[in-house]
């Protein structure tokens, strides 16, 4: 695999993850969009199984912070 496109396909993938913006309105889109991209990389050889699995593994721990945020700034008795 061109290690060019590996390089920029994670490089998108960590901008995304990065995304404050996305992180703090739309959670779930985030954490969708970056399995998703995560497994598409996968499946066509980009990253293999264990990178795979870290990707994911990141991808769930910004959506714990990002939906504890939003919890920790939600208005009481919401």
Not at 54 to 62: G, H, I, K, P, S
Request: aromatic share 6%.
């Amino acid at each position: 695999m061109d290690n060019e496109v590996k390089e920029r396909e994670l490089g998108l993938w960590h901008a995304l993850c990065e995304d404050d913006h996305q992180a703090g309105h739309m959670p779930e889109f985030q954490h969708g969009a970056l399995r998703k991209h995560a497994e598409v990389l996968e499946r066509l050889g980009i990253i293999d199984d264990g990178e795979l699995r870290e990707l994911n593994e990141l991808a769930d721990a910004r959506y714990s912070a990002a939906a504890e945020t939003m919890f920790d700034r939600a208005p009481i008795g919401e």
